[in-house]
């Protein structure tokens, strides 16, 4: 079945850098890539998604970058800014089992003033 | 719209108790979904139901019960509670139309002694 692999588990950066999560998938079938974060008490909240058929998606400071190839996902954020400490979760739709997905195990993200 | 609402928020229940997590969504989505979110562990999938009347098996289905009588609600049963069903336990909805886009609700806490 699917897995999803995630990387950094932590990140820590200062307020205005870049920070960089990437994710690994096992099932070359998967088609749908969303990108959740998480803050303290809530739920996940969608903030970008990619389907298969695209290799890049922009979303004002948020980006997330597709290789089917080597299948690998990442989310970028620029300009980083503290609201955006939060967990993030990488997922991956389960081919065959449409509206399921698989999470990664999140990354915590930590933007320093 | 409310979006997706659980409760109870929080929940303490002893070894072989039973409790019943419930989940409202009022967007008329077809799909929904029960995940629990263990530390170190990402979202999970318990069970799921494509509209009312069907349920199906996630992940890790052993100790829950669901069932779906209506489109709006999707409640989760816990038939005799096990320390081992410590967690935070989410619900989500899609439509059908595009399923795999979930929308999270807020979570209930949930801890076995």
């Known amino acids: 079945g699917e897995n999803v692999e995630q990387h950094p588990s932590t990140l820590s950066v200062q307020e205005g850098d870049s920070a960089v999560i990437k994710c690994t998938y096992s099932?070359?079938?998967?088609?749908?890539f969303p990108w959740y974060k998480q803050e303290l008490g809530k739920g996940p909240q969608l903030i970008i998604d990619?389907?298969?058929?695209?290799g890049e998606k922009k979303d004002q400071r948020i980006a997330v970058t597709l290789n089917k190839t080597a299948k690998h996902f990442s989310l970028h954020i620029t300009e980083t800014q503290p609201e955006d400490s939060a967990v993030y979760f990488c997922?991956?739709?389960?081919?065959?089992?449409?509206?399921?997905?698989?999470f990664g195990k999140g990354t915590k993200l930590s933007v320093k003033p | 719209n409310a979006g997706v609402t659980q409760t109870p928020k929080f929940q303490v229940l002893k070894t072989g108790q039973s409790m019943t997590l419930q989940c409202a969504q009022d967007?008329?989505?077809?799909?929904m979904s029960w995940y629990r979110q263990d530390p170190g562990m990402g979202l999970r999938l318990i069970h799921y139901?494509?509209?009312?009347?069907?349920?199906d098996q996630g992940e890790v289905p052993n100790g829950y019960n669901v069932s779906r009588s209506t489109t709006e609600d999707f409640p989760l049963r816990l038939l005799s509670a096990a320390p081992s069903q410590t967690s935070v336990y989410f619900c989500?909805?899609?439509?059908?139309?595009?399923?795999?886009?979930?929308?999270f609700g807020p979570g209930t806490r949930l801890t076995v002694l």
């Open positions: 989500a909805s899609s439509w059908a139309g595009d399923a795999d886009t979930q929308y």
């Open positions: 099932d070359s079938a998967s088609n749908y």
């Open positions: 990619i389907r298969s058929n695209v």
């Open positions: 997922a991956a739709s389960i081919a065959g089992s449409q509206g399921n997905l698989i």
């Open positions: 967007m008329n989505h077809e799909y």
């Open positions: 139901s494509v509209g009312a009347g069907i349920t």
